[in-house]
């Protein structure tokens, strides 16, 4: 602060002093503050991080929720707020309280969200979502947002973490310190236009990037993208209003402006970028927004007229999809579109295996199992008895209690094990809990041999529970009783998906050429091919296909409601998709669920230039599952820590 003024402050508040006998503050003491404190407790319940490792087999989920993936001592709240440029604040948990407290300078007016994370190595146990129960997102949900803007610190009081990550906190409990998102049409700025991006010539915060001029990132400079902003007023539905049919007159309109976008890889008409031409997407879709203006009143949104960019009408309807090249090509039933025309395995032997629901104690319970054959009679020459393997599951924790990711099970052998089929087990099932000493579990440094020691041979103590069991029939109903003998995978040899009978192994064999089929890039946009994402832990064939909200083309990024703040020259939106991902447990799957989340703020530079902040990352899910945890750390951490880029979008 100026001294001048300082003194000048300190002289005044003397005469007054003398004349009225008092003076409260000086001018430096009464700046402006626009910091904003927030504060709460993480709830130390059984919902969050009560360790239990014989729950830990993804079987014991209605006895309470068991998160292996840390103490409170291992977390910390980090907050970041949306200002130019972005300001970012953490701060440790209590102990035994799990209480936080954490200031964000210049953060008044703007949005914030808030993340728990491992403080070690930064990954994001669970995500902050203010939830708005009086309003709907365009797939019909109850509104939730992880972004919120405060006129004042807050304090979020105690909170708790759901086995999914969800830190859930209704809006109206923090209602006297939000800001306002209700903006009318006039004011807000419509983003809408074909635009280009551009690198961010500012300081770019800590863990932010920009654009480059290099195709590899997928973000390259000069990238055409469409922003489609729709304006209209909030509509309530009345009991007659359906996704098929709603006028109208089939509910209320109000009186507060609502707004959605949507965005779209490519513009209008092709771009050359380079030696590239980026096709027309929009276009090639049909120039359709994807939803029809009932389905839309459905959702709360009443849209009078269809948006219009560069002279083009994006009309109400729904998208003309198309089959991409190379794909939908085999003989029915094997022509769906997701379906790569003439797949292969990736191994030519195919072991039948599968997921299948069982139910015990009035929990379900969700087992993999895989076809053996087993040398009955143990003559070591013929393996004549077919039996099914299966597994719900297990996890390793090093003597911390921490999850461990194991992936070297080939080199490494027990030093003993301990065998349980509790009452809590279904039948035909036992668990085995394994001690491992001085064992590498990754093997990224070769394993101690003949007594001589490896360096840097990242050796650890260990021990690992499975629960496992072997049974006559797929569906895990009648438990195997005779003599354990020899047994090894059985399988079939085929030269094509197509060919395996079983409905679940062709589809994966199939979904596991979905993305190496190509045309899911800019290259691909001159077809309006539907974006797929795949269930691998789905027990029904027609749940193997994700149905992960209102269906999309690969060049539609995203279509969903945006809120902008006061000024109307910032909005915010974001977008979640979820996804299954396999990973190996002792020769056993386990199924990960994903959330990604994708979250832009927009701000209005002019007329023709914005100053975009992304933040895309994952979570991971299944936080009572060590396996799944231990993976978040290791082969999933740069999913789950996501990135951050600042750039422009100049108008074209």
């Given at each position: 602060?100026?001294?001048?003024?300082?003194?000048?402050g300190t002289v005044l508040c003397a005469v007054a002093m003398t004349a009225f006998m008092g003076c409260s503050k000086t001018l430096e003491e009464t700046a402006v503050d626009t910091s904003i404190k927030i504060?709460?407790?993480?709830?130390?319940?059984?919902?969050?991080?009560?360790?239990?490792?014989?729950?830990?087999?993804?079987?014991?989920?209605?006895?309470?929720?068991?998160?292996?993936?840390?103490?409170?001592?291992?977390?910390?709240?980090?907050?970041?707020?949306?200002?130019?440029?972005?300001?970012?604040?953490?701060?440790?948990?209590?102990?035994?309280?799990?209480?936080?407290?954490?200031?964000?300078?210049?953060?008044?007016?703007?949005?914030?969200?808030?993340?728990?994370?491992?403080?070690?190595?930064?990954?994001?146990?669970?995500?902050?979502?203010?939830?708005?129960?009086?309003?709907?997102?365009?797939?019909?949900?109850?509104?939730?947002?992880?972004?919120?803007?405060?006129?004042?610190?807050?304090?979020?009081?105690?909170?708790?973490?759901?086995?999914?990550?969800?830190?859930?906190?209704?809006?109206?409990?923090?209602?006297?310190?939000?800001?306002?998102?209700?903006?009318?049409?006039?004011?807000?700025?419509?983003?809408?236009?074909?635009?280009?991006?551009?690198?961010?010539?500012?300081?770019?915060?800590?863990?932010?990037?920009?654009?480059?001029?290099?195709?590899?990132?997928?973000?390259?400079?000069?990238?055409?993208?469409?922003?489609?902003?729709?304006?209209?007023?909030?509509?309530?539905?009345?009991?007659?209003?359906?996704?098929?049919?709603?006028?109208?007159?089939?509910?209320?309109?109000?009186?507060?402006?609502?707004?959605?976008?949507?965005?779209?890889?490519?513009?209008?008409?092709?771009?050359?970028?380079?030696?590239?031409?980026?096709?027309?997407?929009?276009?090639?879709?049909?120039?359709?927004?994807?939803?029809?203006?009932?389905?839309?009143?459905?959702?709360?949104?009443?849209?009078?007229?269809?948006?219009?960019?560069?002279?083009?009408?994006?009309?109400?309807?729904?998208?003309?999809?198309?089959?991409?090249?190379?794909?939908?090509?085999?003989?029915?039933?094997?022509?769906?579109?997701?379906?790569?025309?003439?797949?292969?395995?990736?191994?030519?032997?195919?072991?039948?295996?599968?997921?299948?629901?069982?139910?015990?104690?009035?929990?379900?319970?969700?087992?993999?199992?895989?076809?053996?054959?087993?040398?009955?009679?143990?003559?070591?020459?013929?393996?004549?008895?077919?039996?099914?393997?299966?597994?719900?599951?297990?996890?390793?924790?090093?003597?911390?209690?921490k999850p461990v990711m194991v992936d070297n099970w080939s080199a490494i052998y027990p030093d003993n094990c301990v065998s349980n089929a509790g009452t809590d087990l279904p039948p035909g099932f036992k668990s085995d809990t394994c001690t491992y000493t001085n064992k590498d579990p990754d093997g990224s440094d070769g394993i101690s041999s003949g007594g001589t020691a490896v360096v840097n041979n990242p050796a650890m103590?260990?021990?690992?529970?499975?629960?496992?069991?072997?049974?006559?029939?797929?569906?895990?109903?009648?438990?195997?009783?005779?003599?354990?003998?020899?047994?090894?995978?059985?399988?079939?040899?085929?030269?094509?998906?197509?060919?395996?009978?079983?409905?679940?192994?062709?589809?994966?064999?199939?979904?596991?050429?979905?993305?190496?089929?190509?045309?899911?890039?800019?290259?691909?946009?001159?077809?309006?091919?539907?974006?797929?994402?795949?269930?691998?832990?789905?027990?029904?064939?027609?749940?193997?296909?994700?149905?992960?909200?209102?269906?999309?083309?690969?060049?539609?990024?995203?279509?969903?409601?945006?809120?902008?703040?006061?000024?109307?020259?910032?909005?915010?939106?974001?977008?979640?998709?979820?996804?299954?991902?396999?990973?190996?447990?002792?020769?056993?799957?386990?199924?990960?669920?994903?959330?990604?989340?994708?979250?832009?703020?927009?701000?209005?530079?002019?007329?023709?230039?914005?100053?975009?902040?992304?933040?895309?990352?994952?979570?991971?899910?299944?936080?009572?599952?060590?396996?799944?945890?231990?993976?978040?750390?290791?082969?999933?951490?740069?999913?789950?820590?996501?990135?951050?880029?600042?750039?422009?979008?100049?108008?074209?």
């Amino acid at each position: 602060m100026n001294s001048n003024l300082w003194r000048t402050g300190t002289v005044l508040c003397a005469v007054a002093m003398t004349a009225f006998m008092g003076c409260s503050k000086t001018l430096e003491e009464t700046a402006v503050d626009t910091s904003i404190k927030i504060s709460g407790a993480l709830s130390t319940g059984t919902s969050l991080y009560t360790q239990n490792q014989s729950t830990m087999r993804r079987i014991g989920i209605g006895s309470g929720i068991n998160l292996a993936m840390a103490s409170l001592s291992d977390l910390e709240v980090y907050a970041i707020a949306f200002t130019t440029p972005p300001v970012i604040a953490t701060a440790d948990l209590n102990d035994a309280t799990g209480a936080f407290e954490l200031t964000l300078p210049g953060a008044k007016g703007a949005f914030i969200s808030l993340i728990f994370r491992d403080k070690t190595d930064y990954t994001t146990v669970g995500t902050v979502e203010f939830v708005d129960s009086s309003k709907t997102d365009l797939d019909g949900n109850t509104k939730s947002s992880t972004s919120i803007a405060f006129n004042d610190s807050v304090s979020l009081g105690s909170i708790t973490m759901s086995s999914d990550g969800k830190v859930q906190i209704p809006v109206s409990t923090v209602q006297a310190a939000t800001v306002s998102t209700s903006v009318s049409a006039a004011v807000a700025f419509d983003f809408s236009g074909s635009w280009t991006m551009g690198a961010y010539d500012g300081t770019l915060p800590t863990g932010y990037t920009t654009t480059t001029d290099s195709m590899e990132n997928g973000m390259p400079n000069g990238m055409p993208i469409t922003l489609i902003r729709m304006a209209g007023k909030a509509f309530t539905p009345g009991a007659g209003c359906t996704e098929g049919s709603c006028a109208s007159t089939d509910g209320t309109i109000g009186t507060e402006d609502r707004f959605a976008i949507s965005i779209w890889g490519g513009a209008t008409t092709p771009v050359t970028l380079g030696t590239f031409t980026v096709p027309a997407a929009i276009t090639a879709c049909g120039d359709k927004l994807g939803f029809t203006a009932a389905q839309a009143r459905a959702h709360g949104i009443h849209l009078e007229s269809a948006p219009t960019i560069n002279g083009l009408t994006i009309d109400f309807g729904a998208y003309t999809f198309q089959t991409k090249a190379d794909f939908g090509g085999d003989p029915a039933p094997n022509n769906e579109p997701w379906m790569k025309t003439g797949a292969t395995p990736r191994d030519p032997k195919v072991q039948n295996c599968g997921p299948v629901t069982i139910t015990h104690n009035s929990v379900d319970y969700t087992a993999w199992y895989c076809e053996s054959e087993m040398d009955s009679d143990d003559d070591g020459t013929v393996y004549e008895t077919t039996v099914y393997t299966a597994g719900l599951g297990g996890g390793c924790f090093d003597s911390a209690s921490k999850p461990v990711m194991v992936d070297n099970w080939s080199a490494i052998y027990p030093d003993n094990c301990v065998s349980n089929a509790g009452t809590d087990l279904p039948p035909g099932f036992k668990s085995d809990t394994c001690t491992y000493t001085n064992k590498d579990p990754d093997g990224s440094d070769g394993i101690s041999s003949g007594g001589t020691a490896v360096v840097n041979n990242p050796a650890m103590n260990f021990t690992c529970t499975h629960t496992f069991g072997i049974f006559t029939d797929s569906s895990l109903t009648t438990p195997y009783s005779g003599s354990f003998h020899q047994m090894r995978p059985k399988s079939t040899t085929y030269a094509t998906c197509a060919e395996i009978p079983d409905t679940l192994p062709r589809y994966r064999c199939y979904a596991e050429n979905y993305w190496s089929g190509g045309g899911d890039g800019p290259d691909g946009w001159a077809t309006c091919s539907k974006r797929y994402n795949f269930n691998w832990a789905a027990t029904d064939p027609a749940n193997f296909v994700m149905a992960d909200g209102r269906d999309k083309p690969d060049a539609a990024f995203l279509t969903e409601l945006i809120d902008y703040l006061p000024d109307g020259k910032t909005a915010i939106v974001e977008h979640k998709e979820h996804e299954t991902r396999t990973i190996g447990d002792n020769g056993k799957n386990v199924f990960c669920q994903i959330e990604r989340m994708t979250k832009l703020k927009i701000s209005q530079i002019s007329a023709t230039k914005l100053l975009v902040d992304l933040q895309e990352s994952s979570q991971m899910m299944d936080l009572d599952n060590a396996a799944c945890v231990a993976a978040a750390k290791t082969e999933f951490q740069k999913d789950v820590k996501g990135e951050k880029v600042l750039f422009y979008l100049n108008k074209i």
